[in-house]
């Protein structure tokens, strides 16, 4: 049957409950042939009618919005006002300097930021989903995008969903809806329908985009696409949640006021003094344009920008794509990592790692994930091979079973499982027993079946054995199971209910096991009651990752403090937490339910013990990241599900996984890890912090010198001494000497310590007390040096254009010198060496090429106004202005002596009391 018109051109919405019509009754409403499917025409149709199927997105910003948004700093503003100043009066030439520099900038931000736009849609490239459709009455397979409503879809063990549809054939299909609801077992569905109050995680008859098949097969009808998905809906959540300012640009804005203060003040200053002075208003306007210029470090935007783009590759090398260049400092301030439990904390791979055999037999299995590796104990011993017991229990779970286990090959690097992962555990616990499943399968041949039932919680199989007639195979919950067995042996029976209890604490996920020797399945499992005989129990758990432990004692000695987010049972997650270390012995878990009873003062109360948060709903998510961002918590959120996308971009700092993360989370993200290990989180926080503290070491090194330009033009103003640097020259100071060595200095290596630093403040300021002290020391030397110089060379009578060339070659030299006692705070600069960062000797070798040209290339000496100086001159004031190493390395020795002092102090034993 055809698309008629009508439906093609209906918009969806509001939605149908699609879950309360029978199948019959959606395949009218949607006027699709079930054996047919649509035709081209329909499709084209309502393809056009519905749009693509994809979810909404932010359209990209256009390359001039991008450039123009560059522009959004005090410090830009600043420029702007000393440029058009410099206009005013005429030295057009100063003023395209100053435009010049604000351009440069803009121009490496963009392309910084649009480089890394591009790595996202690389990703999202990567990550195209296909579709099995039926259509023209022929199998097709077609991208997930061009789905349809009406679409009949093909669907098998591990085919990802692309669009939320109707189930109208299915056979023991269970669905992994971990990426929509959190539940982290896989879900049986059926045909019926269900009532249209229903809740979401309960439509047995739907299947949603987003979720993957986990087990069996079904025809199902497309129903809704695009943004009118439940996963579609929760976007329009994530759409929604505002992004807070990180800590960069709150520190980058707070110290760009203060500098719009101070730089106005000093403007207000100089005229006043010129004024007073009865100096002609030209050149006093002049020298207050020089002071701005000065008192603004123009590179600190090209630095900022490049350090986070180091940063933001430094991090792409190691399995991190950042789409916002501020969350790589963020993580360097996190204090609070937001975990998802399932496949980011855990492998996602269901084991089984206790057992438990009638007769009170414990034993344990060892190996973690698919790979059939590990051996089977009873206390310190090996289970011998040929263990009776133990063989029944094992052929039991591996023929009660519809998974399959797949070996590696060129496609799989690891085992993997098609089908449940807690039957995948089953099989790989039979092989781990050396049992051929192959050869179990072909001896033992399944007839007949009654497949996983939801509301019984159990599932048989009946197979033709060699040495027996035949024998039915049951598993299911312990009490379902306990339920079939002989009502006689009270005894045993409560031994086996305290077992199932005992591994249950242990948060292991229990089932049971029995058999039923020569029988039929026509009766059900009504027909089996009382007949049973139990084999044994299971308890299998989802492993945490190896690597995740270790990370996650490295984020605690970095005062970073971890939280499970999890849609999974508290007990499991707290189980969890507690043997990764993110759950201590006086911390507990809540769950959803118990979190929407708590106001928000008694959350924010008890959030410093809660490790776990379980069975949240996406809006719940949110409100955990704002009440820890309301105590003050830099937030990191990682997940990979669609419940996960609102927190993602609500936190300071969302990190979604790329292989298993759905395009919801990843777009809802600042930092996507590619390898979806959380071991990178740890990676990405000390990368952040060595952002951080190279962006420090860059402002210390532009405000030193641009409080020592201030301060020797301010020196001439008031002792009466013409300009000793003329705007240009401070330009080239600010943008060549400096420019070539803070894009270098903010490639700096790890120091080594900074994981086992404290998060960096939210409020900390850009110019902490410690940079004060030494500003204060830096600049005041940097001054007598240049200025007494000046001062000098002028009483001698030499000519103005040459002293100003020494005393610009001077102002120079100093930063070089500078710029060595920024790269550590303590260590000795003699003792780092150059080739400890070979960039930053590459940028003081071009420095030092450049400032050769500017004095001896004649067309600079004219634009620049220097004239060439004797080379005994250089070697002169190089020996001089070296003073401001010397200066800072006595402050350094003094610092060491000190700390050395009180270290042996601590360490010398008390004398014995009188």
Same mark, same amino acid.
């Given at each position: 049957m055809d698309a008629s018109p009508s439906f093609a051109v209906h918009e969806q919405e509001p939605p149908r409950p699609w879950h309360s019509l029978s199948p019959q009754q959606a395949l009218q409403a949607c006027e699709v042939d079930a054996a047919r499917g649509l035709d081209a025409a329909a499709v084209e149709q309502r393809l056009a009618a519905?749009?693509?199927?994809?979810?909404?997105?932010?359209?990209?910003?256009?390359?001039?919005?991008?450039?123009?948004s560059q522009f959004k700093s005090p410090l830009i503003y600043i420029l702007f006002v000393a440029a058009v100043l410099a206009v005013a009066l005429g030295h057009h030439g100063d003023a395209g300097v100053i435009l010049l520099v604000v351009v440069v900038n803009a121009l490496i931000g963009s392309? $910084?930021?649009?480089?890394?736009?591009?790595?996202?849609?690389?990703?999202?490239?990567?990550?195209?989903?296909?579709?099995?459709? $039926?259509?023209?009455?022929?199998?097709?397979?077609?991208?997930a995008r061009e789905l349809v409503p009406g679409d009949i879809l093909l669907l098998a063990a591990g085919d990802a969903v692309g669009a939320d549809a109707r189930l109208i054939e299915q056979? $023991?299909? $269970?669905?992994?809806?971990?990426? !929509?609801?959190?539940?982290?077992?896989?879900?049986?569905?059926?045909?019926?329908?269900?009532?249209e109050d229903t809740g979401l995680a309960d439509r047995n008859c739907?299947?949603?985009?987003?979720?993957?098949?986990?087990?069996?097969?079904?025809?199902? !009808?497309?129903?809704a696409t695009g943004e009118h998905t439940e996963v579609g809906r929760i976007a329009g959540l994530t759409t929604a949640a505002v992004e807070p300012p990180t800590p960069l640009e709150r520190r980058i804005q707070q110290f760009g006021r203060w500098l719009v203060g101070a730089a106005l003040g000093l403007f207000v200053l100089v005229v006043l003094l010129g004024l007073w002075r009865e100096l002609p208003l030209a050149d006093v306007l002049m020298?207050?344009?020089?002071?701005?210029?000065?008192?603004?470090?123009?590179?600190?935007?090209?630095?900022?920008?490049?350090?986070?783009?180091?940063?933001?590759?430094?991090?792409?090398?190691?399995? @991190?794509?950042?789409?916002?260049?501020?969350?790589?400092?963020?993580?360097?301030?996190?204090?609070?990592?937001?975990?998802?439990?399932?496949?980011?904390?855990?492998?996602?791979?269901?084991?089984?790692?206790?057992?438990?055999?009638?007769?009170?037999?414990?034993?344990?299995?060892?190996?973690?994930?698919?790979?059939?590796?590990?051996?089977?104990?009873?206390?310190?011993?090996?289970?011998?091979?040929?263990?009776?017991?133990?063989?029944?229990?094992?052929? @039991?779970?591996?023929?009660c079973n519809d998974a399959e286990l797949l070996p590696p090959e060129a496609e799989r690097s690891a085992w993997s499982v098609l089908g449940d992962p807690t039957e995948g555990a089953l099989r790989v616990l039979a092989a781990k027993a050396s049992i051929d499943l192959a050869a179990l399968q072909q001896a033992a041949p399944r007839?007949?079946? !009654?497949?996983?039932?939801?509301?019984?919680?159990?599932?048989?199989?009946?197979?033709?054995?060699?040495?027996?007639?035949?024998?039915?195979?049951?598993? /299911?919950?312990?009490?379902?199971?306990?339920?079939?067995?002989?009502?006689?042996?009270a005894d045993a029976l409560q031994a086996v209910r305290e077992a199932a209890e005992a591994l249950a604490a242990r948060a292991l996920r229990v089932l049971a096991f029995a058999v039923v020797d020569d029988d039929t399945l026509d009766g059900g499992f009504e027909a089996l009651a009382g007949r049973a005989r139990?084999?044994?129990?299971? /308890?299998?758990?989802?492993?945490?990752?190896e690597e995740v432990k270790v990370a996650v004692a490295e984020c605690r000695d970095a005062g970073i403090r971890p939280v499970m987010v999890t849609g999974d049972h508290k007990l499991t997650g707290l189980a969890i937490a507690r043997e990764l270390g993110i759950a201590h012995e006086d911390d507990r878990a809540v769950d959803g339910a118990e979190l929407e009873r708590l106001g928000e003062a008694e959350l924010r109360d008890a959030l410093p013990h809660i490790a776990v948060f379980a069975r949240v709903q996406p809006a719940q998510k949110l409100r955990i990241v704002e009440a820890l961002q309301a105590r003050g918590e830099v937030v990191a959120m990682t997940g990979d599900g669609v419940n996960d996308a609102p927190a993602l971009a609500r936190a300071d700092v969302g990190v979604a996984m790329g292989i298993t993360g759905t395009e919801v989370a990843k777009g809802a993200a600042k930092i996507v890890i590619t390898d979806d290990n959380f071991a990178t989180i740890v990676g990405a926080v000390e990368q952040g912090r060595v952002v951080y503290g190279n962006l420090k070491k860059v402002i210390l090194?532009?405000?030193?010198?641009?409080?020592?330009?201030?301060?020797?033009l301010m020196l001439a103003l008031l002792g009466g001494f013409p300009l000793p640097l003329l705007a240009v020259q401070i330009l080239w100071i600010n943008i060549v000497t400096e420019g070539t060595v803070t894009v270098n200095l903010v490639m700096d290596p790890p120091d080594g310590d900074e994981m086992q630093r404290a998060p960096v403040p939210g409020d900390d300021r850009l110019l902490d007390r410690t940079m004060l002290v030494r500003v204060a020391l830096m600049t005041p030397v940097i001054a007598a040096l240049t200025f007494g110089w000046f001062a000098w060379r002028s009483g001698q009578g030499v000519a103005l254009e040459l002293v100003r060339t020494e005393t610009f070659t001077a102002l120079a030299m100093c930063q070089w010198f500078n710029v060595l006692n920024c790269q550590s705070a303590t260590r000795s600069a003699l003792r780092l060496g150059l080739l400890r960062n070979p960039w930053l000797l590459g940028g003081l070798s071009l420095s030092v090429l450049l400032q050769v040209a500017v004095i001896y290339f004649e067309p600079l000496n004219t634009m620049f106004h220097t004239v060439p100086l004797p080379p005994a001159t250089l070697l002169t004031l190089l020996a001089l202005t070296s003073g401001v190493l010397w200066a800072e390395e006595l402050r350094k020795g003094l610092l060491r002596l000190r700390r050395g002092a009180r270290a042996a102090k601590n360490l010398q034993p008390m004398e014995p009391s009188e």
């Open positions: 519905h749009g693509p199927n994809t979810l909404p997105e932010t359209p990209p910003k256009p390359l001039w919005r991008i450039f123009a392309a $910084q930021e649009g480089r890394a736009e591009r790595s996202m849609a690389s990703l999202r490239r990567l990550s195209a989903l296909q579709a099995r459709v $039926q259509r023209d009455g022929q199998e097709a397979m077609v991208e056979a $023991q299909l $269970q669905m992994a809806e971990a990426a !929509l609801t959190g539940e982290s077992v896989p879900v049986a569905k059926a045909v019926a329908a269900v009532s739907m299947v949603y985009s987003g979720t993957f098949v986990s087990a069996g097969r079904a025809r199902a !009808l497309v129903v020298v207050a344009i020089s002071q701005m210029v000065s008192m603004v470090p123009e590179g600190l935007p090209v630095a900022m920008t490049i350090a986070l783009a180091v940063g933001m590759q430094r991090m792409a090398g190691r399995g @991190a794509i950042i789409r916002r260049l501020s969350a790589v400092e963020t993580l360097g301030s996190t204090t609070t990592i937001c975990s998802d439990k399932t496949g980011t904390l855990t492998r996602n791979e269901m084991t089984v790692t206790a057992l438990w055999l009638p007769g009170g037999r414990e034993l344990s299995v060892e190996g973690i994930g698919y790979a059939p590796e590990g051996a089977l104990r009873e206390g310190d011993a090996a289970v011998p091979a040929d263990d009776a017991a133990l063989l029944e229990l094992l052929h @039991a779970a591996a023929l007839e007949a079946e !009654l497949p996983f039932d939801s509301d019984s919680q159990l599932m048989a199989t009946r197979h033709r054995l060699a040495d027996a007639p035949r024998r039915v195979f049951i598993k /299911g919950s312990p009490e379902a199971v306990l339920r079939l067995c002989p009502a006689g042996g139990l084999l044994g129990l299971a /308890g299998q758990i989802d492993p945490p990752r090194y532009l405000f030193a010198t641009s409080m020592g330009e201030v301060l020797v």
